[in-house]
Every structure is written in C-alpha cells, then in structure tokens.
C-alpha cells in the first residue's frame, strides 16, 4: 500500500502529461471516497461485516480487490482519463483500509511491553518501501515507462496475499487485555454514539498532536523536493559527486533523507523516553513536545541556509527531521494506552481518516500561497509548518496534565473481571498461608514428639 502510493506520487508529472489531466485538483474527489469509507466503518453496517467474516478473510478479500485494481491502473487506455479518477479513489479507500487496520491490530496481537517495538517495526517497513518506491520512480520509471515499473505493485499484493494466507492467524481480542463479555452487555451502538469513549482530553491531545506531525510531513514531502529543485535553477548551486541534476534527484534524495531521519528518530525516542521515565512511559509527552519544539529552530535554519549551499541545508534537514520523528511510535503506542481494546478499530479508522484529511489540507495550503513560481513564497509556505510545530508541541505538553489518569482508567476499566482475579489471588494466598501453617504446626509437633521420647 505504501509502496503504490508514493509511487503513484513520484510519477505524477508522468501521468498527468500522458492522460492530459491534473490530477492534484482530485483531492476532493479522494477526500470524499475517505469520508464515505469512514462513515461506513464506523457504521453498523461495516460492523455487521465485520461480526459475518473472519478478520484474516477481510484483509485477504481486500488485498485481492487491491491487487487487481493496481494491475488495471497500469492498462487504462489515454482516452478513459476518468478510470483512472475511479481507480485512484478505490485504491486509496482500500490503502486506508489497511493502514487503519494496522494499529488496531497491533493493539491486539501485542502486549502492553511489546507494543512499542510492534510501531517500531511497522513503521520502519512503510518507510523503507516509501524509499523503494520512490527510487524506483526516479530511476527506472523516467527511463522507461512508469506502466512498466508499476507492475512491481500487483507482484508485491501477491506476495502479500500469499504471507496473510499462510502465516496470518486471527487476533484472540489481545495480549492486551480481553474483553469482559459477561459483566458487560452487548450494545449495539449508532455511528457517532460508538465516538463517546473516544471523547477524552488525552485522546484528542494526542490526536491532534499525531496530526500536527502528519501534517508537517506531508507538507514537506509536498514541497520540499520541488523547492530543492527552484533553489538548485535559482542559484546555480549543484548537488556534488555523481548526482545528476533533476527533479528526480531532488526527489531521491530528499526521501533518502527522510526516511534516515525517520528512522533515527523514532529510535532515540523510545530509549530516551525509556531513560527519563520513573513509572512506564511517563516520560512520553515531554519527549514528543521537546522534539517538535525543537524541529522548530533548526528546520528554520534550513530554510534561511538554502541560498548559501546545498549540503548544509540538507544538515539542517536531517536534524530537524529526527527531532520530528520522536514522537513516531511514542504517540501511536500513548493513543492505544488510554482507550480501551475494544474500541482500538474504531480509534484507528477516525486516524487514518483525518490523517488523509489533514494530509490533502497540508498540500493546499502549501500550494495556495503561491503557484510554484516564486522562491520565496514557497520559502513562507514551509514556514507555516514550523507554527503547526508549535501547535502540536503544546498539546503534548497539556498532555501531561491528563494522561497519567485517563491511561490507568483505561487500564482499569479494560482489566476483566477484575474482582474475580483479586478473589483468586486472595484465596491462592490464604491457602497458602493455611498450608505453610499446618506445616509449621507438623514440624512443631514432630519436633516435641521426638523430644519427649529422647526423654524417656
């Protein structure tokens, strides 16, 4: 899924020259075929679906449709322009499908220890197949035809499809925390009733700061590779050894750059997180706040370099793109922490949902200051990303305030049976310590036994 969509975004200019269309001004289009697969999430509908079918039988019927359709994508004919609209929004529905499916899964197959490493490892896949895609795009689909390098996406949903009916096993419902089925009754809830649990100050802090990042980076992917290649024409300035001097270049390497950063990143917040922390994870705000505090001075610094070089620029770039990225799998693991498992689907599709949504807003907002003619106005576009820094840094410190008491009510109120457990443990220790003292008295009596027969 990753792969197909950065692709598809790389070779844009490609398609957009071929099929005569601009297909960036389809962003409504896609953000209606987002919401649309929401509100069906969230529906009793989709629900009932998912009650019918196993989850392994979803994603497999899933990753079908998706192989398919990305091997129709690479055949449309230049005068059905519109079939590939079609395409693009069934794909991308069926793309946040499965990146919504991602967390929630985690949540359930992991447990509270593991979860973190899970993120980490999800996240590091997406982007190394983000950095295949797009050299692929850079090196093979300018040279040849992108129809010919696109194929490598209906062979990967084949791998894929082939590894989920083979090795994938249906979550139990979580290493986490099971749910309690007997105590508590079964209410089939509305659409926005099923959002209540949701509704908590940690919850939306933390969403809004995930978003604020997501925003900035897709912001940056947006802009920055086009804003290298305005400097690179504008000042005469060229990327050193054997690069050559291209859109493609520019793009290449500024993913190169990203994902190295992304990757840093959100290995030096967890082992910061993990040092500074007293009690589990308490540490987490303080670190996703200071690093978007952070991204904010030197991503600054990028941008009043840019005219002097290209590789010190591109310093600054790297640092202030690990500084970004600390909070990659410290606030996907704090969201699933104060809700409770059963609504971990419903938390994961509202992300990817407003994820898109903030995604398409980010690029029209860069885009509407200037229409890519002017050094400086797309300089002041990206900015504007250093003020949502901001934004997001604070929320995560006000996060301080409520986390620690929405996560142990979450863990409180996700804990089944707990009364029963605590019967149990209570009567194990009684009868332990019944046991250990008859022992005690046995011990006792033998000893005096042989004590008065020594006697006489």
């Known amino acids: ?25 389809t962003a409504l289009v896609d953000g209606l075929f987002a919401l649309g697969f929401t509100i069906l999430a969230i529906s009793p509908v989709f629900r009932y679906f998912g ?45 946040d499908f499965f990146l919504s499916c991602a967390l929630p899964l985690i949540g359930h197959m992991f447990s509270a220890s593991n979860r973190r490493l899970a993120i980490f490892g999800s996240q590091l896949c997406s ?44 979550p139990s419902g979580g290493n986490t925390e099971e749910e309690d089925e007997d105590d508590e009754p079964q209410v089939e809830c509305s659409l926005f009733s099923c959002l209540k649990p949701l509704l908590t100050w940690s919850f939306a802090l933390i969403m809004i ?16 590779p086009d804003f290298l290649d305005r400097t690179r024409n504008e000042t005469g300035k060229q990327w050193p050894l054997f690069l050559s001097q291209s859109y493609y270049s520019d793009f290449m390497i500024y993913s190169a750059i990203k994902c190295a950063a992304d990757v840093l990143g959100m290995l030096l917040g967890m082992e910061i997180s993990k040092l500074l922390s007293k009690e589990p994870h308490s540490a987490d705000p303080w670190v996703c706040a200071v690093g978007l505090f952070a991204f904010t001075p030197i991503f600054s610094l990028f941008l009043f370099f840019i005219k002097d070089g290209i590789v010190l620029p ?67 576009a990206l900015m504007f990303l250093t003020v949502v820094a901001v934004i997001g840094g604070t929320c995560f410190l006000y996060l301080n305030l409520s986390f620690r008491k929405d996560r ?21 220790e009684k009868e332990n310590i019944v046991s250990k003292a008859s022992d005690n008295i046995s011990y006792t009596f033998s000893a005096q036994t042989a004590i008065w027969k020594g006697l006489y």
Not at 2 to 24: C, Q, S
Not at 369 to 380: D, G, H, I, L
């Open 1 to 25: 899924m990753v792969f197909d969509r950065y692709f598809t975004e790389a070779v844009m200019p490609l398609i957009e020259e071929e099929y005569g269309i601009d297909i960036k001004k």
């Open 51 to 95: 009650d019918w079918l196993s989850q392994k039988t979803i994603m497999c019927i899933g990753m079908t449709l998706w192989t398919l359709l990305t091997f129709t994508f690479c055949f449309v004919p230049k005068q059905w322009f519109w079939l590939i609209l079609l395409l693009r929004g069934l794909l991308d529905i069926l793309a």
């Open 127 to 170: 982007f190394l197949f983000r950095l295949i895609a797009i050299c692929i795009a850079a090196l093979v689909a300018n040279q040849f035809s992108w129809h010919v390098a696109r194929l490598i996406a209906p062979c990967l949903g084949v791998i894929c499809l082939s590894l989920l009916l083979v090795f994938m096993k249906d």
């Open 209 to 224: 700061g995930s978003l604020s990042v997501d925003f900035i980076h897709e912001g940056m992917f947006a802009v920055i």
């Open 314 to 380: 591109c310093v600054f770039l790297f640092i202030s793109g690990v500084f970004l990225s600390l909070n990659q799998a410290l606030s996907e693991d704090m969201m699933l922490s104060v809700i409770r498992p059963k609504f971990y689907t419903i938390a994961g599709q509202l992300q990817a949902f407003l994820t898109r949504l903030i995604a398409g807003i980010s690029v029209k907002i860069q885009e509407s200051n200037s229409e890519k003619t002017s050094f400086e106005c797309m300089q002041f």
């Open 408 to 428: 142990e009510a979450a863990d409180k109120n996700a804990t089944p049976r707990q009364s029963d457990v605590e019967k149990s443990l209570f009567k194990y």
